[in-house]
């Protein structure tokens, strides 16, 4: 999906129909294998699995609980599956050319930068996490929870000094708020065609859920 605008749209769309209705989280997963598998973060049944055992641990607890588990597990995984999508679709800059387009150059850029700026760190949290892990294998050490505290605390400690540097890089360019940036898209059909299924699946999922019944309740009372 070229355009960032309408895949944003179609993140948000998707994301609430996941989380009203399981058939909305159902249809969603069905939107990504047929319009998103392409392009995605999920290359592997390993990296599948590290997507879904999170949502299946708090699945297991809502059942020990006396919740409906499995409801919870579907409608996470597609959440997170379609997260995954769009990280893996966007591409530098993206969050800066839809903040500018939809809120301007104050707000929106100020949005903007702030997001890129996070993606940013989150890209290369990514990378030194694949860098420790191809480390410990060549040194033939397993990787045991004793030392993800060690792992993690070393590199929160090399966000939080790049975080300062950019700060400090900013101030000293004269950066106060907004900014100059004239963004521009590409639209094809297909993106068109995408975000109108998206959009279905949406309604669907407020018709089936229980978004109704609760605005009803509301209104009644």
């Given at each position: 999906m070229q355009d960032p605008r309408?895949?944003?749209?179609?993140?948000?769309?998707?994301?609430?129909?996941?989380?009203?209705?399981v058939p909305g989280a159902i249809l969603s997963i069905l939107w990504w294998l047929v319009c998103g598998r392409a392009r995605t973060s999920i290359k592997t049944l390993r990296s599948l699995f590290?997507?879904?055992?999170i949502p299946a641990v708090m699945g297991l607890a809502a059942v020990w609980s006396g919740g409906d588990g499995l409801s919870y597990f579907i409608r996470i995984s597609a959440v997170l599956i379609i997260a995954?999508?769009?990280?893996a679709e966007r591409y530098p800059g993206e969050l800066l050319d839809v903040g500018v387009w939809f809120l301007g150059t104050k707000t929106g850029f100020d949005l903007g930068l702030i997001g890129e700026l996070s993606m940013s760190s989150l890209d290369t949290m990514a990378?030194?996490?694949?860098?420790?892990s191809i480390a410990l294998r060549?040194?033939?050490?397993?990787f045991s929870p004793g030392i993800i505290p060690a792992?993690?605390?070393?590199?929160?400690?090399?966000?939080?000094?790049?975080?300062?540097?950019?700060?400090?890089l900013l101030t000293l360019r004269g950066y106060t708020t907004g900014g100059t940036h004239c963004p521009s898209f590409t639209s094809t059909f297909t993106d068109w065609l995408n975000g109108t299924f998206s959009c279905t699946i949406f309604l669907y999922s407020l018709i089936t859920g229980d978004f109704f019944n609760i605005s009803g309740s509301i209104f009644i009372i």
């Open positions: 309408i895949r944003l749209v179609t993140t948000i769309m998707l994301s609430i129909a996941a989380w009203i209705s590290l997507i879904l055992v995954s999508w769009m990280y990378r030194e996490v694949n860098r420790i060549q040194k033939g050490t397993p792992v993690f605390s070393g590199i929160l400690i090399r966000q939080l000094n790049l975080a300062h540097e950019r700060a400090i």
